[in-house]
């Protein structure tokens, strides 16, 4: 068990660009979760997954926001036309379903900086 | 909706000093609870939970009980360590109607002093 991993961990890029993150699981969990994190806030959580199926997305993943998780195991977040509000730490965390407790596994984020 | 509410920091306090971070919450239906911590440089690590009222979690001198009458989920420790300098999260899960996930509060940045 390697724990969630995420790639790359820091992304700088120039408002207008596409940018796209990627999120390994830990490997038996089936649920995986997006949040984003600014600076002095908590995560809020944009969306999550079961096995392939993209179950809630939040208010907050405006269109330019895209997340797929194509065999229910690794996951991507595309961001379309960067903001420099997109400027934030994005985390990924992961769990067994039926796991009692509903505790959740994070990753140590990708950080994107908009120029 | 739900929501969690804790402490404003920077905390500072003195090595083996009595520690409290007030959390209280709002929410639909039984949410489990959480702490999580964030060491400098480090991902999100869960410290303790509970899943149900009067239940107490409890991990590395840390405990917090789920206190449905109050709505809180007060985090404390006997006597603190430098190590423990860190941010600390309060979170609960969202449940019912299909949703999952977590709701944290805006974290409480706790400064330990030899």
């Known amino acids: 068990d390697t724990g969630v991993s995420q790639d790359p961990r820091h992304k700088i890029t120039k408002r207008g660009q596409n940018v796209t993150f990627r999120c390994d699981p830990i490997?038996?969990?089936?649920?995986l979760y997006w949040y984003r994190q600014t600076l002095g806030q908590g995560p809020e959580f944009l969306t999550y997954?079961?096995?392939?199926?993209?179950?809630?997305k939040s208010r907050l993943l405006s269109d330019r926001f895209s997340a797929e998780r194509p065999k229910g195991s690794f996951s991507t977040l595309e961001i379309q036309r960067t903001e420099q509000g997109d400027s934030a730490m994005y985390l990924c965390?992961?769990?067994?379903?039926?796991?009692?407790?509903?505790?959740?596994?994070f990753g140590p984020g990708t950080r994107l900086t908009v120029l | 909706g739900n929501s969690v509410t804790q402490m404003e920091g920077p905390v500072t306090l003195s090595e083996e000093a009595f520690l409290t971070i007030n959390c209280t919450y709002t929410?639909?239906?039984?949410?489990?609870l959480f702490w999580y911590v964030q060491y400098p440089g480090e991902g999100l690590q869960l410290l303790l939970k509970?899943?149900?009222?009067?239940d107490k979690g409890s991990n590395k001198g840390f405990e917090a009980t789920y206190r449905k009458e109050t709505t809180s989920f007060h985090l404390e420790k006997g006597s603190v360590q430098v190590s423990d300098s860190a941010v600390y999260f309060c979170?609960?899960?969202?449940?019912?109607?299909?949703?999952?996930?977590?709701?944290f509060g805006k974290g409480t940045h706790l400064i330990i002093q030899p």
């Open positions: 979170a609960l899960s969202r449940t019912g109607g299909g949703a999952d996930g977590l709701t």
């Open positions: 997954f079961q096995n392939e199926a993209q179950l809630e």
């Open positions: 509970a899943t149900k009222a009067d």
């Open positions: 965390a992961s769990r067994e379903a039926l796991a009692g407790g509903g505790e959740q596994f």
């Open positions: 490997s038996e969990h089936n649920r």
């Open positions: 929410a639909t239906g039984y949410p489990s």
